[in-house]
């Protein structure tokens, strides 16, 4: 079966806000096997969400709204949709429950607006919010199920998880696409179309590969169609082994895993622990690692080195070095990488100096020379990259490889 | 007149990727006065394609394409446009050399999968491409401008930036619509909408207020149409005056910029550092200042102290304070950032501790509370919040306070 997500707000089509809730719930939808066939985003106006619905509720059965739910008057979604199924609003007691305790809980203050919010149209089944204001409603047309939810990302993803997506599980039948994705770091995307022709060329009818290239991870994705959702997961994990085969230095993960995730993996499984030096990655490797819940018992913490004094007072790195070699060098990162596990006691570190741009091209090093270097007991491994011009693609192509150096050190 | 935007490709509609093309390619089209009606994502998929591209053609005069041109068999935008436009695919020389010049640059592998990059569709117009191997496609149909690009983002914005947008301006007239965003920090949505609801009354009809809240900004839209854009400026320049005088102090900036950078412009004008002590936001705080390319001139460094150790050896924090009060607390947070300012040498200073969640919590203080301290000379003030039980909104939301305390101390 097919959906379609359509998201409302002026601020989507000024490019001041980035759709971020349409691949979640894209890949929610996915999970219970329901299809996506089209997300749309359209401004708060009346006339372009009638249009929009009329063309969704036609070619899908299933039809999920964000947006435009606030309490100021900018917000026309909930307005629009009493009008669209005819209807009238009117006060729900649950709701105004809820838009009570919810701001009572945060002392905040009770006013005018925040009664309007427990007002929904007649007709819907209101889906409650327990982290917000905004209720979420279910409407039917045709055979089609329309559901409308707030946009605030948590709101929204609280909503969809605890109460839409079972509903949705009840209300459908879901189909037999399975999809499994290989993670891959440190072969670029036409070398890795070379490597696996002939694979690819084997592959059985019902399989289907893609490619997701970014700084962060190569992925490659296995989708297959088959009558029993087993018979598709045995053809999928088939083919892995092959894959496994030819490039199996390169897989760190399957599914929706990062470099920085596995490195924690294999961190608690060794009970060893990191530290971090930084430069020209300003912190940004640190902060991968402690985005994952329990990296504390890993990771030791990190000095951010942005000043040769820093690299020299705190981490340790010879004066010489830096007049000799310069602060992005072989001999520098080194020192960063011994010195920060040296004073930080950790059994691994990591460390990167670079130039981010887009200036500062300098003792004949191009913007985006960047050396990084790993460090384990007497091991300590130091390699040269030439990354573009951009800043925010260099430290985050930097950070990949600094994790993916630190990966392949450890298996 | 207006535009839309089509992004292709299987990735977007099972969510593995977050489409932030079609948000950065509204505002470029924004700044050049074209209006963006919808964006549609849709699957690799020829009749979704011929589909969706009949009806941008009909209600819009502009229609941009991302995605589906890579080197991969997947990858389907240009063989079905090729079809749309009813014409054949000859390799042009010029985009030949583009590609055979981009791969000897990067010492890759030339292989047979970049000969069929060079090759085009016969009636359209190329847009070399510097950064990578797939060229931008210019189209025309009835009075419809229809240009395909690469979905690569910094292959698509350099394309954008350097081609696509002077052929544009050049090609269209632009319309009266401007745009001013007004940064603000400190004050909840509903709060903001009770504080200018007079302010907002009292506004021209030209004027629509949009509100955008996020973790790192509360952002304020006003919008104007007027017969000529100096007008609709003027009208703008005099709502923003009233503004400051009611919530003055939480303006932080405007157009699109963030607290860090901010901080970094107010940190030149005073010819003063910073340092930053971070524990539960783990590098993050560290990162957003060195996003900003010339940070180096007044950012000193930092130290991620994620175990109670570095709190005691690298920054000086007395481990009487550990015991008695705990890593998260008042005394905790002052020490840090004493310690880091002595250690690091820097005018400013910035600390944070807390529980991020989603476990952790302990000494009786609850999953999201936080201590943040801010440290100059004499003068240093520190402030407890309690934010919810989301890991990555947490320290998102801890970054961006003490961003704004820092702010606040200084001006």
Same mark, same amino acid.
Request: a neutral charge; proline letters at 2%; aromatic letters at 6%.
């Given at each position: ?11 989507? /089509?000024?490019?001041?806000?980035? =759709? ?17 066939? #089209?997300?749309?985003?359209?401004? =708060? ?23 435009? *739910? ?13 009008? %669209?199924?005819?209807?009238? /609003? ?7 429950? =809820?838009?009570?305790? !919810? ?13 309007? #919010? ?7 089944? @209101? ?39 079972? *509903?949705?599980?009840?209300? !459908?039948?879901?189909?037999? @696409? ?32 893609? %490619? *997701? ?11 297959? $169609? ?30 929706? $895993?990062? *470099? ?31 985005? $994952? ?39 520098? $990162? ?9 004073? %930080? ?28 270097? @790993? ?16 800043? =925010? ?19």
């Amino acid at each position: 079966m097919f959906s379609e997500i359509i998201t409302i707000g002026d601020e989507l /089509l000024i490019g001041q806000t980035i =759709d971020t809730n349409s691949a979640w719930i894209a890949k929610q939808l996915n999970n219970i096997g329901i299809s996506v066939r #089209q997300i749309t985003s359209i401004a =708060d106006s009346k006339e372009h969400i009638f249009e929009t619905l009329d063309s969704a509720i036609k070619s899908s059965e299933l039809v999920l709204i964000t947006g435009g *739910l606030g309490p100021t008057d900018d917000d026309i979604t909930k307005k629009t949709l009493t009008e %669209y199924f005819d209807t009238e /609003l009117i006060t729900n007691l649950d709701v105004l429950k =809820d838009v009570k305790n !919810f701001i009572e809980k945060r002392s905040l203050k009770y006013n005018k607006r925040n009664i309007e #919010q427990a007002k929904v149209p007649k007709n819907c089944n @209101v889906i409650r919010n327990e982290n917000g204001t905004a209720a979420g409603m279910w409407f039917s047309k045709n055979d089609t199920v329309i559901i409308s939810m707030p946009a605030v990302p948590f709101e929204m993803k609280a909503m969809m998880t605890e109460k839409i997506i079972p *509903l949705l599980e009840q209300h !459908f039948n879901t189909s037999n @696409v399975i999809h499994k994705t290989i993670q891959t770091f440190g072969i670029s995307e036409s070398s890795l179309a070379e490597q696996l022709s002939q694979w690819k060329e084997q592959l059985p009818k019902s399989l289907k590969l893609a %490619y *997701l290239p970014s700084p962060e991870r190569m992925q490659l994705r296995l989708s297959c $169609v088959s009558e029993n959702k087993n018979d598709g997961k045995k053809n999928i994990d088939n083919e892995i082994e092959k894959l496994k085969k030819i490039i199996g230095e390169a897989i760190f993960g399957y599914g929706n $895993v990062f *470099l920085h995730e596995a490195i924690g993996d294999i961190l608690i499984d060794k009970q060893e622990t990191l530290a971090v030096a930084e430069s020209c990655t300003g912190g940004n490797i640190s902060r991968l690692i402690t985005s $994952v819940s329990g990296s504390s018992k890993y990771f030791i913490g990190g000095v951010v080195a942005y000043s040769n004094d820093i690299k020299e007072q705190i981490l340790g790195v010879k004066k010489d070095t830096l007049i000799k070699h310069g602060a992005v060098s072989k001999q520098t $990162v080194i020192e960063m990488a011994n010195g920060i596990r040296r004073l %930080y006691g950790s059994d691994y570190a990591i460390s990167v100096s670079g130039i981010a741009g887009p200036g500062g091209s300098r003792d004949g090093k191009p913007v985006g020379t960047t050396w990084i270097a @790993v460090a384990y007991a007497e091991k300590t491994v130091a390699k040269k990259y030439i990354f573009g011009k951009q800043r =925010d693609i260099n430290i985050r192509i930097a950070s990949s490889k600094a994790l993916d150096m630190l990966r392949r050190l450890m298996i």
